[in-house]
């Protein structure tokens, strides 16, 4: 009769192949930590950092500008709902859609064109069109903007979440725009002059 061994010997893996299997492991790790939770959309430019945003001047802004040598010709100037600002000698300048440095460049042309020799222009946002926020907070409506400001200091603002708000995402709807866009509701996620902000309700 034939020897039948009670065992076979455990043949472990090549060490190449557990280093292999290490690699892939942390990978994969290491993506499910960066990348965005399931069923959440990439929150494109919600989710800049400060340093990335250029802020676009919008109906509702006031201004505050300096012609150097000038005290006449500055002031404190709203950008009216046609995007424009009425201002002394030049009479009405486009502001919607410009960053600040854009509109003083447009500003210093407009008074070299017949009124000043190398004019010296600056130009300050002193009050910001407001924002809104909606939904489960404790007091949804309008608030002034701050300079900054992120999704969580939007929700303090309007005295935090209810206890049915889904507290890890909301919804924003920038100016404009014809859809609201998921975004996380952490301290990067910034919020935008006029940008419209939903918290929902969590489901569980």
Same mark, same amino acid.
């Given at each position: 009769?034939?020897?039948? &061994?009670?065992?076979? &010997?455990?043949?472990?893996?090549?060490?190449?192949?557990?280093?292999?299997?290490?690699?892939?492991?942390? #990978?994969?790790?290491?993506?499910?930590?960066?990348?965005?939770?399931?069923?959440?959309?990439? /929150?494109?430019?919600?989710?800049?950092?400060?340093? *990335? +945003?250029?802020?676009?001047? *919008?109906?509702?802004?006031? $201004?505050?500008?300096?012609? %150097?040598?000038?005290? *006449?010709?500055?002031?404190? +100037?709203?950008? *009216?709902?046609?995007?424009?600002?009425?201002?002394?000698?030049?009479?009405?300048?486009? /502001?919607?859609?410009? @960053?600040? =440095?854009? %509109?003083?460049?447009?500003?210093? /042309?407009?008074?070299?064109?017949?009124?000043?020799?190398? @004019?010296?222009?600056? $130009?300050?946002?002193?009050?910001?069109?407001?924002?809104?926020?909606?939904?489960? $907070?404790?007091?949804?409506?309008?608030?002034?903007?701050?300079?900054?400001?992120?999704?969580? =200091? @939007?929700?303090? $603002?309007?005295? #935090?979440?209810?206890?049915r708000a889904n507290e890890s995402a909301v919804y924003i709807r920038r100016r404009g725009a014809s859809a609201e866009?998921? @975004?996380?509701? =952490?301290?990067?996620?910034?919020?935008?002059?006029?940008?419209?902000?939903?918290?929902?309700?969590?489901?569980?």
């Amino acid at each position: 009769m034939a020897h039948i &061994p009670l065992y076979r &010997p455990v043949e472990w893996p090549s060490a190449r192949a557990l280093c292999l299997l290490v690699s892939l492991c942390a #990978g994969s790790l290491a993506a499910c930590a960066n990348g965005p939770p399931p069923g959440m959309a990439s /929150a494109g430019p919600q989710a800049s950092s400060a340093a *990335d +945003y250029v802020y676009k001047l *919008d109906a509702g802004d006031k $201004v505050q500008v300096i012609v %150097f040598g000038e005290m *006449d010709l500055g002031g404190e +100037y709203v950008v *009216d709902g046609s995007g424009y600002v009425r201002l002394p000698l030049i009479g009405q300048l486009q /502001a919607a859609g410009l @960053a600040l =440095n854009e %509109f003083e460049a447009s500003m210093k /042309a407009a008074l070299e064109n017949g009124y000043l020799r190398n @004019a010296r222009v600056s $130009v300050e946002v002193i009050n910001y069109r407001p924002f809104y926020i909606l939904g489960q $907070v404790n007091r949804p409506g309008e608030y002034p903007y701050v300079n900054g400001m992120s999704v969580l =200091n @939007a929700v303090a $603002v309007a005295g #935090g979440y209810t206890y049915r708000a889904n507290e890890s995402a909301v919804y924003i709807r920038r100016r404009g725009a014809s859809a609201e866009r998921l @975004a996380p509701a =952490n301290q990067v996620t910034r919020v935008q002059p006029g940008d419209i902000i939903t918290v929902r309700e969590r489901f569980f």
